[in-house]
């Protein structure tokens, strides 16, 4: 397919900043997807008006051609390796077009509060909507915990959003830490700068006083939508009568 050659061509670029060993990973799961498609198998060629045009896209790929990044994990590593992936193709192929980001995770934890990621996979993805020069718009849909609520709050100003029944989560990182008694001092002194980080990210993001923000984070804090916008995480929540933004019809026939 046009699409995933065209972003394996871009990775092969704009993948330096990874390590040797994640950007090898990134580049021959791309290979692989473009061999086999998105569900393992080798795809049958797809024929339109009675022409081989090669086989049918893949549903990455038409999100990724319509300009879409979508999180729908807790943020660990290779969740991370493939939206920064997608966000820099993004920036290659066009640098005006905005990018839409839809939001529907647990953060760096579990849906029960397990860790399994680190804070620094949400900095890096939040550092990287902003070093790109498409503008970001975020929306979350389903739920938006700790670090994922974050990454909400730095999409582009005004282009925040929220489905009606969506939920936003505010909260401090958990430790990992394991180990001697030293080790387990350093990664507290770690979580701790983590967390004074993401409270900075979420207080540039909502105008508010870092010391609210570091106060609301010290326990749980449930945000609907509606409070959401209050608070200043959003912008707007989208409602019935402004669904037709998501329904718009893909443009991908011509990349085949």
């Known amino acids: 397919m046009r699409l995933l050659a ?14 040797p060993a994640s950007r090898s990973r990134v580049l021959n799961d791309l290979r692989e997807m ?12 797809y024929v339109e008006g009675g022409g081989n045009i090669g086989p049918p896209p893949d549903l990455p790929s038409l999100l990724l051609h319509n300009r879409i990044v979508y999180i729908g994990m807790p943020l660990v590593p290779a969740v991370t390796e493939l939206v920064i992936a997608e966000l820099l193709y993004l920036n ?15 953060g760096t934890t579990t849906a029960t509060g397990q860790p399994v990621g680190f804070e620094t996979e949400a900095f890096a993805i939040a550092d990287v909507m902003k070093y790109i020069r498409p503008p970001v718009n975020t929306v979350a849909i389903g739920q938006a915990f700790g670090a994922a609520a974050m990454i909400l709050s730095q999409g582009q100003k005004g282009g925040r959003a929220a489905l009606p029944n969506a939920t936003i989560q505010l909260n401090q990182p958990r430790s990992q830490g394991q180990g ?24 540039q993001a909502t105008g508010k006083p ?6 609301d984070c010290q326990r749980v804090k449930y945000l609907q939508p509606d409070e959401a916008v209050e608070y200043g995480l959003i912008d707007r929540v989208i409602r019935k009568e402004d669904m037709s933004m998501l329904a718009a019809a893909p443009a991908f026939m011509a990349q085949l």
């Not at 498609?37 to 049958?44: F, I, L």
């Not at 008694?181 to 409270?199: F, G, L, Y």
């Not at 870092?210 to 106060?215: N, R, T």
């Open 6 to 19: 065209s972003l394996l061509a871009a990775l092969t670029v704009t993948t330096d900043a990874f390590s």
């Open 34 to 45: 473009r061999m086999t498609g998105a569900g393992g198998a080798a795809s049958p060629d």
């Open 92 to 106: 290659y192929e066009d640098q005006n077009k905005p990018v839409t980001m839809y939001i529907n995770s647990s």
């Open 180 to 203: 001697q008694a030293s080790d387990i001092a350093i990664r507290a002194r770690e979580v701790a700068h983590n967390r004074k980080t993401s409270c900075e990210l979420i207080a």
């Open 210 to 215: 870092l010391s609210v923000v570091v106060e």
